[in-house]
Nanobody, 126 residues
Framework: VQLQASGGGLVQAGGSLRLSCASS????????VGWFRQAPGKEREFVAS????????YYTDSVTGRFTISRDIAKNVVYLQMNSLKPEDTAVYYC????????????????????WGKGTLVTVSS
């Protein structure tokens, strides 16, 4: 199983980026997917997640209203649309997947994730 995050880059404050998470070996309709980020010197933190059935999305407070998580079932890709980016959003962003019996479950704890991809760096300049 492999997860691959992509789409990071350098953007000015107020700009937008869309991150993608693709997988080989996992079908995203069979697991919940989360986006997490880690800034230099800080712990990895939850950003957003989407439930296994795709019906529920969850966000950390600091990105609510600016970020949107979604998925394309046909392409087996999960996206994180990031708008109105701020310098404090600068971090390495990771996608991760896990399974729980509740189809509406959306992960928030990095420790509860089963599979991780390599991160993609997002840098927001002021």
């Amino acid at each position: 199983v492999q997860l691959q995050a992509s789409g990071g880059g350098l953007v000015q404050a107020g700009g937008s980026l869309r991150l993608s998470c693709a997988s080989s070996g996992l079908t995203f309709t069979n697991c919940a997917v989360g986006w997490f980020r880690q800034a230099p010197g800080k712990e990895r933190e939850f950003v957003a997640s989407i439930s296994r059935n795709g019906h529920r999305t969850y966000y950390t407070d600091s990105v609510t209203g600016r970020f949107t998580i979604s998925r394309d079932i046909a392409k087996n890709v999960v996206y994180l649309q990031m708008n109105s980016l701020k310098p404090e959003d600068t971090a390495v962003y990771y996608c991760a997947a896990a399974w729980q019996s509740s189809a509406n479950w959306g992960p928030r704890d990095p420790g509860g994730m089963r599979y991780w991809g390599k991160g993609t760096l997002v840098t927001v300049s002021s």
